[in-house]
């Protein structure tokens, strides 16, 4: 899938990750036969880090295959799940997107450096 300009984030699905995060909180408690992320959340870990872990793994498939449409897709997966695991440990995405913004500009060869230096 060819990545079109279109395709660039508009004002609306900017904050698509906080939404989202919004209907996974509402889920909490709701019944599991009607809501997927209601059945994955009464699951706990067993159930969502095995989602995540298969989700990761078929990322690194479809990339290695290079199909666009299934990387992005299997991609949207993996955010998904990693979401419910976030959510199911009362985090947000905002507290990882705070660490990125913390980490911006760090030079990743320099960071590492300075673990050992000193
Ligand atoms: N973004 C998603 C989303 N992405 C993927 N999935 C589901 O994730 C599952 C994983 O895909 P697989 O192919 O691995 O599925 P599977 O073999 O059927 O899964 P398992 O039974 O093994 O867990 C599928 O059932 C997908 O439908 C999602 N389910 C829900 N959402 C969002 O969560 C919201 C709330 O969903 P419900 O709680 O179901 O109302 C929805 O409105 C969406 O916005």
């Known amino acids: 899938m060819a990545v079109q300009a279109s395709a ?3 004002s609306g699905s900017a904050d ?4 989202l995060a919004e209907v996974i909180e509402s889920r909490r408690g709701a019944d599991p036969s009607r809501s997927y992320v209601a059945k994955l959340l009464a699951g706990g870990d067993d159930r969502i880090l095995k989602k995540v872990g298969e989700e990761a793994t078929e990322v690194v498939i479809a990339a290695m295959q290079g199909e666009k449409a299934r990387i992005v897709s299997e991609t949207a997966d993996l955010w998904f799940h990693t ?6 440990h009362e985090l947000r995405p905002q507290d990882v997107l705070a660490e990125l913004m913390r980490r ?3 030079s990743g060869i320099d960071e590492k450096a300075s673990r050992t230096a000193g």
């Open 8 to 10: 660039v984030p508009t």
């Open 16 to 19: 698509i990750l906080a939404r």
């Open 83 to 88: 979401l419910v695991m976030l959510a199911h």
């Open 104 to 106: 911006e500009g760090l």
